[in-house]
């Protein structure tokens, strides 16, 4: 059992989170602790990079801000199924996201950042991975940190804490079954 001074001591060090792979279930992750944490009182930042909840029917974003949390988007969607917005007007769209996320902290207490689908940035090189490295070691010491997206570095793994590979042994959309609402967005 856990004393108080030891759950205390904690929290004191925000952990760095990442959710990868192939597999469905990255942004579900995401979305599951963000409301967990919202549901213990914390101040939490979901900035979505290539999923816009606005206009993409992502309605767990919609709860996530009906439940408090503040949310960030910063693209017109994703890079690969999106081919009217130029290479440029991504990696513009992601280094000012992370610009406007870095000044947000600065000014706020954040408790839980989670920067979904940022892994994709890295990928698709509109970031580097040192710009995100950058990122994740001039975080505030206690603000607890999750990254998700296919194609997590060997580098990015190394400097989180958590890091859960999720893979696809089979999925419906290989039998030709579309995405379906309320379960796959």
């Known amino acids: 059992m856990f004393s108080g001074s030891l759950k205390t001591k904690q929290m004191e060090k925000g952990l760095v989170h990442i959710y990868t792979g192939d597999g469905k279930g990255k ?9 967990r944490a919202l ?9 979505s990079f290539f999923k816009r909840p606005d206009t993409c029917g992502y ?3 919609r709860v996530l801000k009906e439940l408090g949390a503040t949310v960030f988007s910063f693209s017109e969607g994703m890079p690969m199924a999106n081919k009217h917005i130029s290479r440029e007007e991504y990696h513009s769209a992601v280094e000012s996201g992370l610009s406007e996320l870095k000044k947000y902290i600065a000014g706020n207490k954040i408790d839980l950042l989670v920067l979904d689908e940022i892994l994709i940035a890295i990928q698709c090189h509109f970031i580097e991975e040192d710009e995100l490295k950058r990122f994740i070691s001039e975080k505030p010491a206690s603000m607890e940190l999750v990254l998700t997206g296919r194609g997590a570095t060997a580098g990015l793994k190394e400097l989180a804490d958590y890091v859960t590979n999720l893979s696809k042994e089979k999925h419906p ?3 030709g079954i579309s995405s379906r609402e309320g379960i796959e967005y």
Do not use: I, M, P, Q
């Open 39 to 47: 549901g213990h009182g914390w101040k939490v930042v979901y900035a």
């Open 173 to 175: 959309f290989d039998r």
């Open 27 to 35: 942004t579900t992750a995401s979305v599951g602790l963000a409301v």
């Open 59 to 61: 309605n767990e974003v």
